[in-house]
């Protein structure tokens, strides 16, 4: 994919992959507080926020703060591996086979001519950024998002994972009837070369349904240490056997149902992790899975609803400096609902209702039709509201919020082709309405595969990004640092954004994605977008 036709440069080398050669980064940053070796790029960047004070008489005061940090980039691009759980599954072969197809630059034909391959639906390899406005023409200069900084090309990724089916990934790709006969008769062969390891069943954590599945185990069927063992044996050897600098790990298996909070079992990291010890059967796989990741340093993201993060796993994570990242992928009509819910109410319209259905047909939907793993992905689909709506007491009261109801049903005809329908109900002007009504079908794991490869690439890019704060004296810090170990910039492609503890969360999609530009952006010492072109308006 050539960089924004404005900028004139183009990396493609010919085999699908388009990576700016090392030492031909696309653009430079021409600052005394930007400076670039061979091996980083260090920034000083000023952070600029508004303290806000509430006097005695109930009004506030408004005091700009500015905070000095320094950052410093890896730009070393490492070798990654991406190991997925649940890899047998529809997201899992998709995203296989999608990546193998751009790796090999692939073209297929379709009832609507030939189609080739791409990262659509990418945020990473299918968007642009303003980089900044060009000096002769004051118009717009738009790069790639990929280019802001040293990135891994998904093309590069090298990818294996667990899965409690042993089918093998070209069978497993037919069972999940996502993609085209053409493309899939082009990736079978080496599809068929990859078999997923055998992961951890406790049969109580997912619907009974996916039992007939369930045939590529390890023993025991409840946490326990030998399989947190196993988990990181797999990392290693994975990294080893392939030659990785970088190992991330995502679950993409089937939805949970949420574990109970118990004092004394999974809410510390130490009672958790004798919890696991003692074989504990509130455990649940992805926790064991979890577990594992930070105990062999592997960033995991959990891709799926359920609250794999418990307590204790946080603070494990804390503990070891590790990256967790979660959760439940936004792909498809919770994405499209935390940008229409921000327009409605950052308009001024009073959202009263929302009824959102889904019907889907996929393995998924099937393990959905039970109560409990519906019940996770209920709450998951419902809280995306609750910033947007907290955020305007003009049209809200404390504590008022519209209705707001989650429904899905699963209709195997249907197959991986969901379909979100949506009522939004809202107050107008002067006692009217307005009905907003959406159908919206949406390829449940085409939409998802490329939020997989951006959670990967952006989780990547953390592990090489440090920093360091200025003291108001001028002083900086000793060390530098690594962002916290809850990856809250991985919100965008969440629908659930798991932060630090204590800290908000935001479901607005516009600004999730804001502030994953400008971290990046301040990463290379360059100002955040604020999008008021005063050289336009000012002259
Ligand atoms: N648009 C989307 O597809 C989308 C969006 C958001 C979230 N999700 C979530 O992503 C997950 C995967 O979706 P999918 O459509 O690929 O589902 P899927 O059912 O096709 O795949 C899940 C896979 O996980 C495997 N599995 C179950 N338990 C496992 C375990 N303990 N260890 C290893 N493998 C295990 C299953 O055998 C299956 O192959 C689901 O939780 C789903 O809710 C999907
Ligand atoms: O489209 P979206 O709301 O982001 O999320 C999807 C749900 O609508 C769907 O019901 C579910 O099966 C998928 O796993 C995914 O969670």
């Known amino acids: 994919m050539a960089p924004h036709a404005e900028v004139g440069l183009d990396f493609s080398n010919g085999n699908g992959s388009t990576t700016a050669p090392a030492n031909k980064d696309l653009f430079k940053v021409n600052s005394p507080n930007v400076v670039y070796t061979d091996n980083e790029i260090r920034s000083k960047y000023t952070y600029r926020t508004t303290l806000v004070n509430e006097t005695a008489d109930g009004k506030f005061e408004a005091t700009p703060k500015e905070t000095v940090y320094d950052f410093k980039v890896d730009r070393k691009v490492p070798k990654t591996g991406m190991m997925l759980v649940g890899w047998g599954g529809n997201n899992g072969t998709t995203v296989t086979a999608g990546i193998i197809a751009n790796r090999r630059g692939l073209v297929w034909e379709t009832r ?35 280019d802001i900084l040293p990135m891994v090309h998904p093309n590069d990724l090298v990818i294996g994972g667990w899965d409690i089916s042993g089918l093998n990934l070209a069978k497993a790709m037919d069972r999940a009837a996502v993609l085209e006969p053409t493309l899939k008769e082009q990736v079978k062969k080496e599809m068929a070369s990859l078999v997923p390891l055998p992961s951890i069943y406790y049969p109580d954590f997912i619907a009974a349904n996916q039992e007939d599945r369930a045939d590529n185990l390890l023993e025991g069927s409840k946490a326990c240490m030998e399989h947190v063992e196993q988990i990181r044996k797999d990392i290693r050897d994975f990294k080893v056997t392939n030659n990785l600098d970088k190992v991330i790990v995502q679950w993409t298996a089937n939805t949970e149902r949420f574990a109970d909070l118990i004092p004394g079992i999974n809410d510390t990291a130490a009672n958790l992790m004798n919890a696991i010890k003692n074989g504990h059967e509130e455990v649940a796989p992805s926790t064991v899975f979890a577990v594992a990741c930070i105990l062999e340093g592997v960033p995991f993201i959990n891709g799926s609803p359920q609250n794999t993060f418990v ?33 409605l109410i950052s308009a001024g319209i009073k959202l009263t209702s929302i009824a959102s259905y889904n019907h889907l047909g996929n393995n998924d939907g099937k393990n959905l039709s039970s109560q409990k793993q519906f019940r996770s992905k209920e709450i998951s689909k419902s809280n995306v509201v609750d ?19 989650v429904v899905i049903k699963y209709m195997p005809a249907i197959g991986d082709n969901k379909r979100a329908l949506d009522e939004y109900y809202a107050e107008i002007f002067m006692g009217g309405h307005q ?16 939020l997989i490869i ?38 965008f492609m969440l629908k659930a954004p798991l932060t630090p503890p204590g800290t908000p969360v935001i479901n607005a999609l516009a600004k999730q994605r804001s502030a994953l530009v400008n971290i ?13 072109t005063l050289e336009h308006k000012l002259f």
């Open 387 to 405: 910033d947007m709506v907290e955020a305007n007491s003009v049209l809200y009261k404390k504590g008022e919020h519209p209705d707001h109801t």
């Open 435 to 450: 009905t907003i009504s959406i159908f919206n079908v949406c390829e449940d794991s085409l939409l998802a595969s490329p």
């Open 311 to 343: 307590p204790g796993a946080i603070e494990l994570a804390e503990k070891h400096n590790a990256f967790i990242g979660g959760d439940d992928f936004k792909s498809g009509q919770t994405k499209m609902k935390s940008a229409l819910v921000d327009f």
């Open 112 to 146: 609507e001519g030939p189609r080739a391959a791409n990262y659509y639906g990418s945020v990473v390899m299918g968007s642009t950024v303003k980089l900044g406005t060009n000096a002769k023409t004051s118009k717009d200069v738009n790069i790639p998002f990929h």
């Open 454 to 491: 951006d959670l990967v690439v952006v989780a990547e890019v953390m592990t090489r990004i440090q920093w360091k704060a200025h003291s108001s004296d001028g002083a900086t810090t000793k060390d530098f640092k690594n962002f916290h170990s809850v990856l809250s910039i991985l919100s």
């Open 520 to 532: 990046f952006k301040a990463c290379v010492g360059l100002e955040p977008e604020n999008d008021m």
